[in-house]
């Protein structure tokens, strides 16, 4: 339950985690995203969430980034620590950390994998919420974790004390809007998917967004969809969004989401780096298709870019 | 590919992990379990798979069940070690510690949860085959993982030099088909869902399977299964596997797995302990349903008062 606990609106870039060749953090260009987001329009950011490739980070590499954009935007914007873990002991201790080192909140999705029930999930969260009384933001990505924070779950959890938000990210629009009807007073409702639907999103009742390709790759006009629909302005929101979508559609399928976007960014000249197995870079044919998609959509100055 | 590397062969069991209610592992009844099922006649062990809630257990406790499993199980029986983690390079690390620990082979499956593409996973066993250097049981989960690797991909897995053998857990049977034509000649092609299909799969030429629910809940009886399979005993095979069938697609409706089989494991005297949070133990309502079950099929005298 929310209940004046945080004002988290707008849009929250879920930062990419830039990776050298061999693998390691590299802490210059993911200060370097931070700062360009923040300086493009977005009001909060968040860190070690699936954009952010969180699989592949320790509980200590999470930390150490939290605290790293907590010293480079803390002071400006809201930041967000992704958490989430299968056993719930570790996830209380990872979020009990993390409010240590000064983050905002939490964003945790359910956990995934072992096929947990919505008995299961509720007492997760209810156990996270008791040991670390820190503000949570759900996130509810049924695909990549098998289990749907359907709107009547979200209702449920809404009743859990440090429970603020939700990331709803379901594929179905329907959920989305009768997630807001069921507990848009209680909860702070972020979107997903916002390339695709921010502009609904928002119009439906959606108080943010947790954006992705949107934010890191349209930079400043991608970010500025958000307040561009929540001030009506929506012949615009519509432009942008029209791109947003055309270009999510266009490079769908041809890589991983994070490796589709670093190598965006990378070919942008934007801080993006390298993924971190089990991802791989970008082979030289897909970095063709994701720049060819690019340069449909105008991103590129120059039509030809040597791969 | 395997090649003679491995003889593996017949029922391999997917341990339980006990854990006390408190949430530490119960080694005494880890151990137990172990023993009870190969006085059941199991043929093989899986260490710290999905019935051993995996994802639950940090490194040092899989390290600690392999050695467990070693101890109790002695020097001559088959025991692998699930040892799949999302990162390449910590799976690899894991699974030589695990063949230091004493497993024979180690369980992978896909790396889960960061959606790869057929490039990276190609990759992910490629890296594993080449540094590991020891016997691959490679894992199809596609419930679980969200990855199906297509019998191609697998016939592709299956030429790399440490890919010795297969759980294959597709629900397709098709599938389970496909994947023994196209490489059941390099690679040990196990069956996974053997409470469904354990006997029919060893009749089609698998050369075994891994058991879990019905191995673990019906003891000796289940696991019977494969060797009346070799034998062609059709009538008492398939009797047999009625009666798993039964189990589990009755026990699929209670709770989450494997919370279900360890609440019927305890009913039962067995060895099952409780389950680690995220996963709760069942309730009291289920445990009702549990223990009805069991008596439906006449494991379980009488209900006991939950």
């Known amino acids: ?307 | 590919m395997n090649n003679g590397k491995v003889n593996w062969a017949g029922n391999f069991v997917a341990l339980a992990t006990p854990f006390t209610k408190d949430g530490a592992i119960d080694e005494k009844m880890f151990k137990a379990n172990v023993e009870l099922l190969l006085s059941e006649g199991a043929d093989g062990f899986v260490v710290c798979g999905c019935t051993g809630e995996v994802w639950s257990l940090d490194n040092e406790e899989r390290l600690r069940l392999f050695r467990l499993a070693r101890e109790a199980a002695g020097p001559k029986v088959p025991i692998i070690g699930g040892t799949t983690l999302i990162l390449t390079s910590k799976a690899i690390e894991l699974s030589k510690a695990a063949i230091t620990a004493g497993c024979d082979g180690v369980l992978l499956m896909p790396p889960y949860y960061a959606v790869p593409g057929e490039r990276e996973i190609k990759d992910y066993f490629k890296r594993a085959s080449d540094e590991v250097k020891s016997p691959i049981f490679l894992y199809n989960m596609p419930k679980r993982t969200g990855i199906n690797l297509a019998p191609s991909l697998i016939s592709e897995l299956a030429k790399l030099e440490w890919i010795v053998a297969l759980k294959q857990s597709t629900n397709d049977f098709n599938e389970l088909e496909a994947t023994l034509a196209e490489c059941g000649d390099r690679i040990s092609v196990f069956a996974g869902h053997s409470a469904e299909r354990g006997f029919s799969a060893v009749m089609l030429g698998c050369p075994g399977f891994v058991s879990s629910m019905e191995s673990q809940v019906m003891g000796r009886e289940a696991i019977s299964m494969y060797r009346l399979a070799k034998e062609g005993k059709v009538e008492e095979g398939t009797r047999v596997q009625r009666r798993t069938v039964a189990l589990d697609v009755s026990m699929r409706k209670v709770g989450t797995f494997p919370a279900n089989m360890k609440t019927a494991m305890n009913l039962l005297g067995r060895p099952g302990g409780f389950c680690r949070q995220p996963l709760l133990d069942l309730n009291t309502e289920e445990r009702a349903k549990v223990a009805d079950i069991l008596v439906k099929l006449g494991l379980l005298k009488q209900v006991i008062a939950a």
């Open chain 1, 1 to 307: 339950m929310n209940n004046g606990k945080v004002e988290w609106f707008g849009n929250f870039p879920a930062v990419v985690s830039p990776f050298t060749k061999d693998g390691a953090i590299d802490d210059g260009k993911f200060v370097a995203n931070l700062e360009l987001l923040v300086s493009e329009g977005a009001r909060g950011v968040v860190v070690s969430g699936s954009n952010g490739e969180s699989w592949a980070l320790s509980a200590q590499e999470r930390l150490r980034l939290f605290k790293l954009a907590k010293n480079a935007v803390g002071k400006r914007v809201s930041v967000i620590g992704g958490t989430g873990m299968i056993p719930t002991g570790s996830v209380v201790e990872l979020t009990v950390a993390a409010k240590e080192v000064g983050v905002d909140g939490v964003m945790i999705m359910p956990p995934y994998y072992c096929g947990p029930s919505r008995r299961d999930v509720i007492a997760h969260y209810k156990m996270i919420s008791d040991e670390a009384k820190t503000p949570i933001l759900i996130y509810n990505s049924p695909k990549a974790v098998g289990f749907d924070v359907t709107a009547d779950v979200a209702e449920e959890l809404s009743n859990i004390e440090w429970v603020v938000g939700i990331k709803q990210s379901t594929l179905d629009f329907t959920v989305f809007e009768q997630t807001v009807a069921a507990c848009g007073d209680k909860l702070r409702v972020f979107t997903g998917h916002s390339a695709k639907r921010g502009l609904a999103a928002v119009i439906a009742g959606a108080v943010g967004f947790v954006s992705s390709l949107d934010s890191h790759v349209f930079g400043r006009e991608g970010i500025s969809l958000f307040d561009l629909a929540v001030n009506g302005e929506y012949e615009k929101a519509k432009q942008i969004q029209m791109r947003t979508l055309q270009f999510d559609r266009a490079v769908a399928g041809i890589a991983s989401g994070p490796t589709i976007m670093k190598a965006a960014m990378n070919l942008l000249g934007r801080p993006g780096g390298y993924p971190r197995r089990p991802l791989l870079e970008a082979s030289r044919g897909e970095l063709e298709k994701i720049e060819a998609a690019m340069d449909g959509a105008g991103l590129l100055k120059k039509s030809s870019i040597a791969a």
